[in-house]
């Protein structure tokens, strides 16, 4: 095998190698994505921003983060946590 052949076949692996690479890359973005348009329940919101179950309470009650109620139990959308998280807890 002549050393051309042999460079043309190292990068044909390379290119195949970032070819998956890249694939894996836009299916971990894909589930990113899916993962943070969520609904989660209070004890995580408070987890995530480091407040106790009496300040989520205040923020609730004062409508500063949306939330659904389901059987008793609150949930908060993610991309409404993170931008209340960027705002008021820099």
Known sequence: MS???HI???LERME???NEFFSELRAMNKNWESATEQ???S???QKILGISR???YRIRVEKILSFKRIRGRYYY???DIFKIKD???K
């Open 3 to 5: 050393k051309l052949a």
């Open 43 to 45: 004890l995580e919101v």
């Open 39 to 41: 609904w989660v329940d």
């Open 54 to 56: 009496r300040t989520l």
């Open 87 to 89: 705002h008021y807890l």
């Open 8 to 10: 043309i076949e190292i």
């Open 77 to 79: 959308f993610t991309p």
């Open 16 to 18: 195949k190698k970032q």
